[in-house]
């Protein structure tokens, strides 16, 4: 067996899809909260976050799906029931 290098580095992209928990929130369409999201090397990141622009204000403690981003702010909505996980 020969040794490799291996990583565990994922791009803002990678991130879209998930789901997290809103650590500092209301999410609404101002200022960004931030968002805790957990990617699949189960490394943690904190995100600042927006509620999408139809959406009514996310309030903190809620699970969200990350649905797109701009720059370094994404944006989230409401995790469907099926999706949603407590160890975000």
């Given at each position: 067996?020969?040794?490799?290098?291996?990583?565990?580095?994922?791009?803002?992209?990678?991130?879209?899809?998930?789901?997290?928990?809103?650590?500092?929130?209301?999410?609404?369409?101002g200022?960004?909260?931030?968002?805790?999201?957990?990617?699949?090397?189960?490394?943690?990141?904190?995100?600042?976050?927006?509620?999408?622009?139809?959406?009514?204000?996310?309030?903190?403690?809620?699970?969200?799906?990350?649905?797109?981003?701009?720059?370094h702010?994404?944006?989230?909505?409401?995790?469907?029931?099926?999706?949603?996980?407590?160890?975000?």
């Open positions: 067996m020969v040794p490799r290098d291996e990583s565990y580095a994922v791009t803002l992209d990678d991130l879209v899809g998930l789901t997290g928990r809103v650590t500092v929130g209301p999410l609404d369409q200022m960004p909260g931030m968002v805790s999201v957990t990617d699949g090397h189960r490394n943690r990141h904190s995100l600042r976050a927006v509620a999408a622009p139809e959406e009514q204000a996310i309030q903190q403690g809620a699970e969200v799906l990350l649905v797109e981003r701009t720059g702010v994404f944006v989230a909505v409401p995790a469907p029931a099926t999706l949603a996980t407590s160890s975000s």
